[in-house]
């Protein structure tokens, strides 16, 4: 059971917007949070995101307490899954 995916817009092999269509097309992830994570401040990656089914988007650099309140802010009202 996934409660939340967090993931970069730049890994090695696949984007994070690549692996953002994948978890939005595979039935048993669609309904998890997606959180993308980038170094570069470009809104065209925020909307291309967003259009993408993400469910934030964080620019770096980002102190921990930010990184909290989106990882609340996106798990409220949802049920966790059981580990």
């Known amino acids: 059971p996934v409660d939340l995916l967090i993931t970069d817009w ?17 039935p048993t992830l669609a309904g998890v949070p997606v959180l993308l994570v980038t170094a570069n401040p470009w809104t065209t990656q925020d909307m291309e995101a967003t259009a993408a089914g993400a469910d934030g988007f964080i620019v770096k650099p980002f102190s921990a307490e930010v990184l909290k309140q989106h990882i609340e802010a996106l798990l409220a009202g949802r049920p966790k899954n059981a580990t």
């Open 10 to 26: 730049n890994m090695p092999g696949t984007s994070g917007l690549e692996l953002l269509r994948a978890v939005r097309s595979e």
